[in-house]
């Protein structure tokens, strides 16, 4: 457990960035456990993304980051499906501080996985692309490759899925759909920006912004909103 001083701090760092979500690190340097507050940079309130510059910052400090630290702002600190993956990911334990209220939550790596339907949608860690690599891994055990993405990254000039499709090992392709292919869509936006898995049957399955994942019936708006049909090259 981190100590009561590390819990102050965190807590004032915390307070200080209210209503947003405040995030930073905790190093063990020369024997000790030392809190080292980093800025979030993410456009939502409601979430965080942590500075690339400060958590380099922290692994040239002379320690060893050994945890993160982030706030719930007028919740509780239950950790989220969001919290749960990212956490996996760091492969280290994450503690999460309820403000204004002050209370905590500890979770460690313990393999979670989210579903792939109704799953929270968190952009970079539960997303459009975030539900066809976990697809892909469940159901093919091909793991494809990730891609740093901003949030809104198709308002900002970025082409994700047509800049990197080929890289993952998809390619294009006009013949039957057939389940496990992607469908690639534009949804008011002015480049392709969201993708979906077919699943056969005319279903698909897909992760739109700030809602659960679901399956749905392929066919109306999303045919309309659909721009070219991409397939893995190497599924067995």
């Known amino acids: 457990m981190i100590s009561d001083e590390i819990k102050s701090e965190a807590l004032i760092h915390a307070q200080n960035e209210y209503p947003r979500e405040s995030c930073g690190l905790i190093i063990l340097r020369h024997g000790a ?21 400060d958590y380099m910052r922290a692994e040239d400090s002379g320690g060893d980051i ?19 993956v990212a956490c996996e990911l760091s492969g280290l334990p994450w503690y999460i501080i309820a403000v204004p209220i002050g209370t905590w939550e500890m979770v460690t790596p313990s393999g979670y996985k989210a579903p ?69 869509m534009q949804v008011g936006a002015k480049v392709i920006n969201h993708a979906a898995i077919y699943l056969g049957g005319g279903k698909i399955l897909h992760h739109l912004s700030n809602q659960l994942s679901t399956r749905d019936v392929y066919g ?16 067995n």
């Open 33 to 53: 456990l030392k809190y080292f507050p980093c800025k979030n940079i993410s456009e939502n309130q409601n979430h965080f993304i942590m500075a690339p510059e």
């Open 66 to 84: 050994v945890a993160v630290i982030h706030s719930h702002p007028n919740i509780s600190p239950k950790p989220s499906q969001a919290d749960l």
């Open 116 to 184: 792939l339907i109704g799953r929270q949608f968190m952009h970079g860690v539960l997303d459009c692309y975030s539900l066809i690599r976990d697809f892909y891994k469940e159901e093919y055990n091909i793991e494809l490759l990730d891609f740093d993405r901003s949030e809104e990254w198709w308002r900002k000039g970025d082409n994700l899925y047509l800049d990197n499709f080929k890289k993952a090992g998809f390619d294009y392709y006009d013949g039957p759909i057939e389940r496990g292919d992607v469908i690639l």
């Open 220 to 235: 109306g708006y999303w045919r309309k909103c659909t721009r070219n049909i991409i397939r893995y090259c190497d599924i």
